[in-house]
Structure formats: C-alpha cells, structure tokens
C-alpha cells in the first residue's frame, strides 16, 4: 500500500541557516510525490512535484526536494530559513487509485529570528 | 484565475441543524475532492468527484454527510444533522489530472456548538 511518513512533527531553524524537512514513502510503481505548505487559517498550497527526470526539484518560494530513490525519500530543503517560511508542512504521494493523494501527518516547521 | 472558492469561511451552528458547506473549483478542472482537517486525524479525504460523478465517497463518515456536484462549477458539501464532532476545517481542492497537484480553497471552519 503506498504510505508517506513525516518523521518529524516539529523543526526549528534559526534564521538565516538551511532548512530541511524530511519525507518518506513507500509506494508500489513510480513515485508522484508532492509538498505543500499550509499557513496559519490558510488552505494547502502546492509547492513542488515530482513524477519524473531530475532528482532536484524546485519550487515556490525558492524550496527544493531532493528525490531518493534508495533511501525512498523526499526531503524538501531550502539554504537559507526566512521567519516567514514558519509554516505546516505537507508530504503526499499519489496513491494506488491514481486520483487520490495519501498525506503525511505534517511537519511545523518554526523559524526563528 | 480566482483559485478554488469556498463559502462560508467561517460557520458557528448549534448541535442538530443543518450545515451546508460550498465550493466553487477552478475553471477546467475536472476532479474535485473534500478534505476534513482536525488536530486529532489531520487532513482525511471525504469524497472525490471526477466530471460531476461521485468516484469515491467511502471517507464520508457517516450518512449525516452527503455531497453534490450538480454541475462543473459547483459542489456542496452537508451535514444534517450536525454534531459537536463535526467541528472542523472542511476543504474543497480541485486538480486538472488525475493524480496530479489539488489546488486547495481557503476552507470553512465549522463550529458545532
């Protein structure tokens, strides 16, 4: 069954230094994995996917993931942490049904100055 | 494009009525799904429409909840009779593929009191 887990429920980073949020999944065929961002009393933003070709991918708001295909992870990262960027963080891979996307349970990421 | 709608944002009802939630998709689009956001279970799927049909409805919890989409550009969502556990975030998302990045709508915060 395809399944995505979120290891961390919280993250904290100072301003300034890399950020990494960490993913994994387990899926039967390809991979589709996608990270949104949700910010407080906001809906689900998408920020980046991957289906295919490159294992670095870029996104919105100047984020990356890197795909893994040994290690079966999809850690989304940035180099440098704004305060802004404080914010819950969602992981999802494209399920077995292809029309549904399986959630992690979420990662707050929290920015400090 | 004015992204996915919902109406009401905000909806505060007394335990026993009922509580019809709206969501207009982005224009296109032809899958729509209904999440539910709580602290306890996180974002769980309700009910996945693709070109008006109802594909998959089994993550409706119960038969006080019921969706329609009578047309491409509109979709309810309601409970009746509403319970104190109902209190959520209710999401409309709609995406332009299967299996593809859901564009999420602000959401309705549902209060059953």
């Known amino acids: 069954a395809q399944s995505v887990a979120q290891p961390e429920d919280q993250v904290n980073v100072a301003e300034g230094n890399p950020l990494t949020v960490k993913c994994t999944y387990s899926?039967?065929?390809?991979?589709?994995l996608f990270w949104y961002v949700q910010y407080p009393n906001r809906g689900l933003q998408f920020l980046l996917k991957?289906?295919?070709?490159d294992n670095l991918v870029k996104g919105s708001y100047g984020f990356e993931a890197e795909f893994n295909k040994s290690q079966t992870s999809f850690h989304l990262k940035k180099p440098s942490a704004l305060v802004s960027d404080s914010a819950l963080y969602f992981c999802?891979?494209?399920?077995?049904?292809?029309?549904?996307?399986?959630w992690g349970a979420g990662t707050k990421l929290i920015i400090k100055p | 494009d004015a992204g996915v709608i919902q109406s009401p944002r905000h909806e505060v009802t007394e335990m026993g009525q009922e509580v019809t939630l709206r969501c207009k998709p982005i224009?296109?689009?032809?899958?729509l799904f209904w999440y539910r956001q709580t602290m306890m279970r996180g974002l769980e799927l309700l009910i996945y429409?693709?070109?008006?049909?109802?594909?998959?409805d089994s993550g409706m919890p119960e038969d006080r909840f019921s969706a329609k989409m009578p047309n491409a550009s509109f979709s309810t969502l309601k409970i009746q009779p509403s319970e104190p556990r109902d209190s959520a975030v209710y999401f409309c998302?709609?995406?332009?593929?299967?299996?593809?990045?859901?564009?999420f709508g602000p959401g309705t915060r549902l209060t059953v009191l």
């Open positions: 998302a709609s995406s332009l593929v299967d299996g593809g990045e859901q564009f």
């Open positions: 224009s296109g689009h032809n899958s």
């Open positions: 429409f693709n070109n008006n049909v109802p594909i998959d």
């Open positions: 899926v039967s065929g390809n991979p589709y």
């Open positions: 991957y289906i295919t070709g």
């Open positions: 999802a891979v494209r399920g077995a049904s292809n029309y549904q996307l399986i």
